[in-house]
C-alpha cells in the first residue's frame, strides 16, 4: 500500500483528516496517509515540503504562495478552507497594552520566519497605516515558545489564530485585544511537484475521500463536543468556530490568488508576481 506523508497544524481545523484515518476511508482506498503534527504551523511545514519530509501539507494560503514564489516546488491542488482565518492578537495577561494601535514599536512573536504569524504581522501593521518596515519580530517557534517570550516581555504581542488559542485567553496566560482575518481563504492543500508528477491520480483519491468526509462534516451527530474534547476547548466556543468556518474542495480561484499575491507585493514580503500555473495545479483530469 502506498504511503502519502501530509503535515499540519494540530488544531481542530484538521479533525477531518483524523477521521478518515481512524476510520480506515484512506486505507479502503489503498492509501496509507501518515500524519504529521506542526505545532511550529507553515513556516516549518514549508521547509518540511522543500526537504521531502513530507509530500503534501495542509497550509496558510499565503505562506505556501509566498514560498512556492521564493522557490519551493510545490503546488497548491485545492482549497481545504474556504472561509477567512481570525488570527487573534494576543498579548501577556498583565500587559499595558489595551488595543492593537498601541503596539506600534513593539515586538511581534513569530513561530518563525514565513509563518501565518509573520505575514499576518504585516497585513495587521498596514491596516493600523504603520510603516511595515518598522516591524521587529521574535522568533518563538511554537505557541509554548509565545507563553514564555512575552511573559519575559521579550516580545510584547503575539498572532496566533482565535479559538486554538482561546484557552490561554481564558486561564489568563494571554488577554485578546483585537482580531485580524484573513482577506481570504485560509487553509490551501499543497503538494510537491515531484510526487504530483509520479502520483497525481493517488493525490486525487486522496484528496475525494477527505472531501467526502468534509462536506458533511458539520452534520456528525456530537462532532461539536468531539471538537470541544479533543482540542481542549469550551462547547460554546467550538460552535462558534464552526459556524464561522467552511470546508472547500475546489480550487484557489484566479482573483484570490491574485489578491493574495498583489498583498504581499504591498507588503514587501515577494519582489513579484507570478503566473497562476506556477502556484495552482489541477488534479481535475482524474
Known amino acids: ?16 483528516w483524523h477521521l478518515c484515518i481512524e476510520g480506515n ?47 519551493n516546488d510545490a503546488k497548491v491542488v485545492q482549497t481545504y478552507i ?18 492593537s494601535t498601541d503596539l506600534q514599536h513593539t515586538k511581534a512573536a513569530i513561530s518563525r520566519e514565513g509563518s501565518g504569524s509573520h505575514l499576518m504581522a504585516y497585513v495587521n501593521a498596514q491596516n493600523n497605516n504603520w510603516n511595515v518596515d518598522d516591524l521587529d519580530f521574535e522568533i518563538v517557534k511554537d505557541i509554548d515558545g509565545a507563553v514564555k517570550a512575552l511573559n519575559e516581555d521579550k516580545a510584547q504581542y503575539f498572532m496566533w489564530e482565535h479559538f486554538t488559542t482561546k484557552p490561554l485567553v481564558d486561564n489568563h496566560t494571554f488577554r485578546l485585544i ?13 503538494v510537491r511537484d515531484e510526487v504530483l508528477k509520479y502520483d497525481s491520480r493517488r493525490i486525487k483519491t486522496m484528496l475525494n475521500v477527505l472531501n467526502n468526509k468534509t462536506a458533511g462534516f458539520k452534520e456528525i451527530p456530537g462532532i461539536d463536543v468531539m471538537l470541544a474534547e479533543r482540542y481542549d476547548q469550551k ?19 484566479e482573483s484570490e490568488l491574485t ?15 507570478v503566473k497562476s500555473s506556477e502556484i495552482l495545479h489541477s488534479l481535475q483530469q482524474f
Open 178 to 190: 483585537a482580531d485580524c482575518p484573513t482577506p481570504w481563504p485560509c487553509f490551501v492543500i499543497a
Open 259 to 273: 489578491e493574495v499575491q498583489e498583498k504581499l507585493i504591498q507588503l514587501n514580503l515577494i519582489n513579484k508576481k
Open 25 to 71: 476511508d484512506f486505507n479502503k482506498e489503498e492509501i496509507n496517509v501518515i500524519w504529521k503534527d506542526f505545532p511550529g504551523g507553515t513556516g516549518d511545514m514549508n521547509n518540511a515540503l522543500r526537504s521531502g519530509e513530507i509530500d503534501a501539507a495542509v497550509i496558510l494560503t499565503e505562506g505556501i504562495t509566498r514560498d512556492i514564489i521564493n522557490g
Open 82 to 99: 474556504g472561509s477567512p482565518l481570525i488570527w487573534g492578537i494576543h498579548v501577556a495577561a498583565d500587559s499595558p497594552y489595551k488595543n
Open 1 to 16: 500500500m502506498k504511503s502519502i506523508r501530509i503535515g499540519g497544524v494540530p488544531e481542530h481545523f484538521n479533525l477531518p
Open 235 to 253: 462547547l460554546e466556543d467550538i460552535r462558534k468556530w464552526l459556524k464561522l468556518t467552511n470546508w472547500s474542495n475546489s480550487q484557489l480561484s
